[in-house]
Every structure is written in structure tokens, then in C-alpha cells.
């Protein structure tokens, strides 16, 4: 049977009305991503041995006439700063190329234990900094349906590998918009869960207090399932939420009659390439399913981008500290003295925009300069939270968009990190808020370039995500 | 200017990073452009604001601690396997204690 598009759904049916095995499935979707990498470049590993192991265990429990868990047998892609056991995790960088881990990330076991069978490893910027994936040492991921174009990042190989369908699903990682950019580059659907809600345990760390993990999926079920499987308190990150896990599923009746959805007017200037026209017909499309539309204002946005990339390096120049070639990275050779064998190891090891990073966050909480830029960032952050706070007492939801503009072309931000920086201005004010947000696919351009739309919830909002999502879909949201 | 070589060169010493001359320059370039951005987070009175050290925190003060009951640990081999110089069961490094 044709096994390609199966979601999450059709795959249980097939699976137990044994018209397909999980080896078959394991086995296409395996040969699918060694193809497509080809043009995407969106695989570092495609995990035979583990794929192959998981995928018998699935048969093996359905022969015994066992239950073999809600995900059983679907293929999946985890991106590479999640620990995998057994199975290299390099975080796109020369410093990790040939760590192993001794562990899986808690998300991970628990989508394994869920039978979900774990395919590859998928490229990113390194230690995930960066809004297009060139920053991964292993090459720059191209976009699938413009290949001359980035597919946004840093779960860049995340988004495309779901695109391109040889997986199901993929994690991904957000700290700044990393999971929904992608996702609306590539045409996918991502979420950035609330702060807290899945255990970042085994999530290389880079800005604690920002850093979460999420699903790409080829729609918004899929997608709710995955989060279903892997949401909920984990005493190995003390930062993981007790709040319960609602069933999710139970909310998508395609009904989203009567939900106040807000419309901030600072995420509508500045819209390029189409994205505005996109805009328009989303807004139309949510006012015929009976959403009552309001423009509403959240006010401190032009302040988000130097809040959050003060928050994010200096948390980060913590961190990257850890990377110092002795316990498991790579060691930079003829060096004399300890401090030399540091310095080589992290001034050849990293690229060049954890360097910068690695810099900046270091400067802003270096003795003088504390005050002036991570105290009051910090202070800004609480602006900007309360302005979500206020908006939240009058609409159920946001629509925005989830970047200013569709995928651009490979090179064209490179050599102007601001201009790279400035591109995340829609995603990053959610992250410090900690709130959930998604990418639901909007459409294309003209040029034919995928367009996402951005809905943000209230903290533990997350069913009312997937309603508005699933019935902005179902109304043919994705065909724009 | 916002920052002067001489400054990225001692931040990089205190982040243990060594770069090169070349790399020096654009540093400064590229950080003197976006310090200059930060600056407009000056343009806020935050006075009184609290600072937002904790993101969202729902449960009780001392849920997060467990029970201090001994667990098997991670083998010693294993959280050893990636080291990139290794001997006896240690970490090895430059020598940092002269004779």
C-alpha cells in the first residue's frame, strides 16, 4: 500500500487491520529520507538499527495481540540537539560530531514508549541559533518547495523532512520562533508549547528559561497527538509543569463558532513578499467560521527583539560554557596550557554565530554593564508578558503572522546578523512570554512560497490551539 | 562606537574563546550594530518593574523536590564513552600542576 501520506490515524488502522508492518513503514520511510536528503539536506542520520529494533518490537506486540501504544509504528524525526540513546546527536556542530548519548531526551522515550519509531536525526543551526539553518557545520538544509530558498530554522531539517513526507511528524525546539518559523516556511504545522508542559530533559540546552520542545506535522491531529503523547511532568526537569494534560483530540470538532480572536495591529506593518495578502484571507477565513475578530494592541512589540536576544546570549554564554573539550566534545590539539586547550577547543569548535552569541551574552553580564542590559531586558520581558496578560482578558486567541515575510533566499541574511535577528520579531515576543503558539499552514504566495499563520494561546492554552487550528484547516485554511 | 576591539578581546578571554585577528574586527562590527539596538530599550521607564526571573511556575513551592532516596546511577564507563582523552577512570587534560 501506498504509505507515504498515512497520518497518525490511518497508520493505526492499516497497522492493525494488517494490510501494512511496522518494519514495512520503518523500511519506506527510511529509503525515502536517504532520497529526499539528496535535495534537502535535511537528514545528519537516518537511525537503521534503532528504527528497525523499534519497528519489531510494534510487529512483535501485535502478534502477541498486545496493545502496541497510540503512536505504534509512526515514523518520526527528532531533531539533532535531542538526546537520542545510542544514536549520534551533534546538535549541528563540529564540537558534538561524534557525541553519543548514553540517554534519550524524557520527550523522546516517551513517543518511543508510545510505539512511535524514531527514523533520524534531522539538521539544524548549530545548538540551535539561528532563524534559517545555514549555521548548522554540516550544510545549510534547502527549502522543498524552493530550493534556491532557506527553509527557515532552527529546526530547519525538522520542517523539510515533514514536507517532504518521508516522516510523519518531527521534534523540533523553540526558543525564538524555531519550531513555527520553519513550520511556515516549509508549509508544515509546529507548535511551540507552553513554557513547561514537555520535559526539555535531554534538550541540549541553549536559553533555559525560553527553550522548549515541540511537534512538525503534516496537520494540526497529528500534530495534537504527538503533544498528547509526550506532555506532562517530568521529575528530571524541575522546570516541567504539573498542570494536567487535557485530552486534546476531544476539542477538534471543526467548530470555532463565537471565539474572540485578536488581531494585534504591530504584527500587520511591515509585511512583505505576500504575506500580507495571506493575512487577508486568513482573516476572512476565521470570520466565515464565526470567530469575532478584534484588533487588539500589545503595545511593548518593537521592544521584544533586543529583550529577547539579550535574554537568550546571556543565558546561552552560560550555558555553551560546558563545551570546553574535556567530557565529550571535540579537543583542539597542541595546546600547552589547560586555558589554551579551552580557548582553541571553543574558538575553532563553534561556528560563527555561536561565537557571536557566545559573546554578546557574556558582554551584557560582564561587571558594569549587568544593569543596563540583562536586569532591564528582564524587566522588559515582565512588559511584555503583562501586555499577553491584558489581551488574554479580552480575546480567547491571537492571529498574527508568524514572519514578517515567506522563506528567503539562501545567503541573502548571512553576512547582517541584525537584519537575521530582526526576521524573528512576530515569534519571539510568545517565547518570553512563555506562551503556546502555532504555525498552521496559510496558503502560498504568488511565488508560490508557504505562508503560516501564528495562533497564540494563553498559558496551558493549548486545546484552544488545536480547536481554532483544526477548524481553520478543515475550512481549507492550508489551500489560501 | 558601542565596543572597542580591545573590549571583544577581553570578553573573549573571559568566554574562553580564542579568535583571530580578522575575527576580532567583525566582531566589533557586528556587535557595535546590534549594542546599538539594545540601546532602545533605554527609550522604557521600567522603574518598579519587576524583573521576570521566573517564567511560570504553577506549582507549590517545594513540589519540584523529591525524596532523597539513592538510584542507580549512569555507568561510569558510559558517562565516560565520549570523552575525547580518557585514562584510569579520569578526564585527562593538560598538565595544570608543575612538578
Same mark, same amino acid.
Given at each position: 500500500m501506498e504509505t507515504g501520506k498515512l497520518s497518525i490515524g490511518g497508520i493505526q488502522e492499516a497497522l492493525r487491520a494488517r494490510r501494512v508492518s511496522a518494519r514495512e513503514l520503518a523500511r519506506e520511510a527510511m529509503r525515502a529520507a536517504r532520497e529526499q536528503n539528496a535535495a534537502s539536506n535535511a537528514w545528519l542520520l537516518v537511525a537503521e538499527e534503532r528504527a528497525m529494533r523499534a519497528a519489531e518490537a510494534v510487529d512483535a506486540a501485535l502478534e502477541r495481540g498486545e496493545e502496541p501504544g497510540p503512536l505504534a509504528g509512526v515514523p518520526l524525526a527528532v531533531k539533532d540537539n535531542i538526546a537520542t540513546r545510542g544514536v549520534r546527536t551533534t546538535c549541528g556542530s563540529r564540537l558534538l560530531e561524534h557525541f553519543v548519548p548514553p540517554y534519550d531526551a524524557t520527550a523522546v522515550a516517551r513517543l518511543a514508549q508510545a510505539g512511535a519509531v524514531v527514523i533520524g536525526k534531522t539538521n539544524c543551526d548549530e545548538f540551535a541559533m539561528g532563524s534559517s539553518n545555514e549555521n548548522s557545520a554540516f550544510g545549510p538544509v534547502r527549502n522543498p518547495a524552493a530550493p534556491e530558498r532557506v527553509p527557515g530554522g532552527s529546526s530547519g531539517g525538522s520542517a523539510a523532512a515533514v514536507a517532504q513526507g518521508a516522516v510523519v511528524a518531527a521534534l523540533g525546539s523553540d526558543t525564538g520562533g524555531s519550531i513555527r518559523q520553519p513550520a511556515s516556511f516549509c508549509g508544515v504545522v509546529g507548535l511551540s508549547p507552553t513554557y513547561g508542559r514537555v520535559s526539555r530533559y535531554g534538550l541540549v540546552a541553549f536559553a533555559s528559561s525560553l527553550d522548549r520542545i515541540g511537534p512538525l506535522a503534516r496537520n494540526v491531529r497529528d500534530a495534537a497527538r504527538i503533544l498528547q503523547a509526550m506532555a506532562g511532568r517530568d521529575e528530571r526537569d524541575s522546570t516541567s509543569a504539573f498542570a494536567p494534560v487535557p485530552d486534546y483530540e476531544a476539542v477538534m470538532t471543526g467548530e470555532a463558532r463565537g471565539l474572540r480572536v485578536g488581531v494585534p495591529? #504591530?504584527?500587520? #506593518? !511591515? =509585511?512583505?513578499g505576500g504575506t500580507a495578502e495571506q493575512m487577508e484571507k486568513a482573516k476572512t477565513l476565521l470570520a466565515s467560521l464565526g470567530c469575532d475578530l478584534r484588533e487588539i494592541s500589545l503595545p511593548h512589540t518593537p521592544y521584544a527583539i533586543p529583550c529577547y536576544y539579550i535574554v537568550c546570549t546571556a543565558e546561552a554564554s552560560s550555558n555553551l560554557a560546558r563545551y570546553d573539550g574535556v567530557r565529550y566534545t571535540w579537543r583542539a590539539t597542541q595546546a600547552e596550557t589547560l586555558k589554551e586547550m579551552y580557548e582553541r577547543t571553543r574558538g575553532q569548535g563553534f561556528g560563527a554565530e555561536c561565537k557571536r552569541r557566545i559573546m554578546l551574552g557574556t558582554y551584557v553580564l560582564s561587571a558594569g554593564y549587568y544593569d543596563a542590559y540583562y536586569l532591564k531586558a528582564q524587566q522588559v520581558r515582565t512588559l511584555i508578558t503583562r501586555d499577553f496578560l491584558a489581551a488574554f482578558e479580552q480575546v480567547d486567541v491571537i492571529a498574527a503572522p508568524v514572519s514578517p515575510f515567506p522563506a528567503f533566499r =539562501? !545567503? #541573502?541574511? =548571512?553576512?547582517d546578523p541584525l537584519q537575521m535577528y530582526l526576521s524573528d520579531i512576530f515569534t519571539i515576543t510568545a517565547s518570553l512570554a512563555g506562551l503556546p503558539a502555532m504555525s498552521v499552514p496559510c496558503g502560498q504566495t504568488g511565488e508560490g512560497l508557504p505562508v503560516g499563520l501564528q495562533l497564540i494561546g494563553p498559558h496551558f492554552g493549548e486545546p484552544v490551539l488545536f480547536r481554532l487550528a483544526e477548524a481553520f484547516e478543515r475550512a481549507g485554511g492550508a489551500e489560501l | 562606537m558601542k565596543i572597542t576591539e580591545q573590549e571583544v578581546r577581553y570578553v573573549a578571554a573571559l568566554a574562553h574563546l580564542e579568535l583571530s585577528a580578522e575575527e576580532v574586527q567583525r566582531m566589533t562590527h557586528d556587535l557595535d550594530g546590534i549594542l546599538a539596538h539594545m540601546d532602545k530599550l533605554r527609550e522604557l521607564d521600567t522603574s518598579g518593574v519587576p524583573p521576570m526571573a521566573q517564567v511560570l511556575y504553577p506549582g507549590a513551592e517545594n513540589s519540584t523536590l523529591r525524596e532523597d532516596e539513592p538510584r542507580e546511577p549512569l555507568a561510569h564507563e558510559e558517562a565516560m564513552a565520549n570523552a575525547p582523552a580518557a585514562g584510569a577512570g579520569c578526564f585527562k587534560v593538560p598538565r595544570v600542576i608543575e612538578r
Amino acid at each position: 500500500m501506498e504509505t507515504g501520506k498515512l497520518s497518525i490515524g490511518g497508520i493505526q488502522e492499516a497497522l492493525r487491520a494488517r494490510r501494512v508492518s511496522a518494519r514495512e513503514l520503518a523500511r519506506e520511510a527510511m529509503r525515502a529520507a536517504r532520497e529526499q536528503n539528496a535535495a534537502s539536506n535535511a537528514w545528519l542520520l537516518v537511525a537503521e538499527e534503532r528504527a528497525m529494533r523499534a519497528a519489531e518490537a510494534v510487529d512483535a506486540a501485535l502478534e502477541r495481540g498486545e496493545e502496541p501504544g497510540p503512536l505504534a509504528g509512526v515514523p518520526l524525526a527528532v531533531k539533532d540537539n535531542i538526546a537520542t540513546r545510542g544514536v549520534r546527536t551533534t546538535c549541528g556542530s563540529r564540537l558534538l560530531e561524534h557525541f553519543v548519548p548514553p540517554y534519550d531526551a524524557t520527550a523522546v522515550a516517551r513517543l518511543a514508549q508510545a510505539g512511535a519509531v524514531v527514523i533520524g536525526k534531522t539538521n539544524c543551526d548549530e545548538f540551535a541559533m539561528g532563524s534559517s539553518n545555514e549555521n548548522s557545520a554540516f550544510g545549510p538544509v534547502r527549502n522543498p518547495a524552493a530550493p534556491e530558498r532557506v527553509p527557515g530554522g532552527s529546526s530547519g531539517g525538522s520542517a523539510a523532512a515533514v514536507a517532504q513526507g518521508a516522516v510523519v511528524a518531527a521534534l523540533g525546539s523553540d526558543t525564538g520562533g524555531s519550531i513555527r518559523q520553519p513550520a511556515s516556511f516549509c508549509g508544515v504545522v509546529g507548535l511551540s508549547p507552553t513554557y513547561g508542559r514537555v520535559s526539555r530533559y535531554g534538550l541540549v540546552a541553549f536559553a533555559s528559561s525560553l527553550d522548549r520542545i515541540g511537534p512538525l506535522a503534516r496537520n494540526v491531529r497529528d500534530a495534537a497527538r504527538i503533544l498528547q503523547a509526550m506532555a506532562g511532568r517530568d521529575e528530571r526537569d524541575s522546570t516541567s509543569a504539573f498542570a494536567p494534560v487535557p485530552d486534546y483530540e476531544a476539542v477538534m470538532t471543526g467548530e470555532a463558532r463565537g471565539l474572540r480572536v485578536g488581531v494585534p495591529r #504591530e504584527y500587520f #506593518e !511591515g =509585511l512583505a513578499g505576500g504575506t500580507a495578502e495571506q493575512m487577508e484571507k486568513a482573516k476572512t477565513l476565521l470570520a466565515s467560521l464565526g470567530c469575532d475578530l478584534r484588533e487588539i494592541s500589545l503595545p511593548h512589540t518593537p521592544y521584544a527583539i533586543p529583550c529577547y536576544y539579550i535574554v537568550c546570549t546571556a543565558e546561552a554564554s552560560s550555558n555553551l560554557a560546558r563545551y570546553d573539550g574535556v567530557r565529550y566534545t571535540w579537543r583542539a590539539t597542541q595546546a600547552e596550557t589547560l586555558k589554551e586547550m579551552y580557548e582553541r577547543t571553543r574558538g575553532q569548535g563553534f561556528g560563527a554565530e555561536c561565537k557571536r552569541r557566545i559573546m554578546l551574552g557574556t558582554y551584557v553580564l560582564s561587571a558594569g554593564y549587568y544593569d543596563a542590559y540583562y536586569l532591564k531586558a528582564q524587566q522588559v520581558r515582565t512588559l511584555i508578558t503583562r501586555d499577553f496578560l491584558a489581551a488574554f482578558e479580552q480575546v480567547d486567541v491571537i492571529a498574527a503572522p508568524v514572519s514578517p515575510f515567506p522563506a528567503f533566499r =539562501l !545567503g #541573502e541574511k =548571512l553576512d547582517d546578523p541584525l537584519q537575521m535577528y530582526l526576521s524573528d520579531i512576530f515569534t519571539i515576543t510568545a517565547s518570553l512570554a512563555g506562551l503556546p503558539a502555532m504555525s498552521v499552514p496559510c496558503g502560498q504566495t504568488g511565488e508560490g512560497l508557504p505562508v503560516g499563520l501564528q495562533l497564540i494561546g494563553p498559558h496551558f492554552g493549548e486545546p484552544v490551539l488545536f480547536r481554532l487550528a483544526e477548524a481553520f484547516e478543515r475550512a481549507g485554511g492550508a489551500e489560501l | 562606537m558601542k565596543i572597542t576591539e580591545q573590549e571583544v578581546r577581553y570578553v573573549a578571554a573571559l568566554a574562553h574563546l580564542e579568535l583571530s585577528a580578522e575575527e576580532v574586527q567583525r566582531m566589533t562590527h557586528d556587535l557595535d550594530g546590534i549594542l546599538a539596538h539594545m540601546d532602545k530599550l533605554r527609550e522604557l521607564d521600567t522603574s518598579g518593574v519587576p524583573p521576570m526571573a521566573q517564567v511560570l511556575y504553577p506549582g507549590a513551592e517545594n513540589s519540584t523536590l523529591r525524596e532523597d532516596e539513592p538510584r542507580e546511577p549512569l555507568a561510569h564507563e558510559e558517562a565516560m564513552a565520549n570523552a575525547p582523552a580518557a585514562g584510569a577512570g579520569c578526564f585527562k587534560v593538560p598538565r595544570v600542576i608543575e612538578r
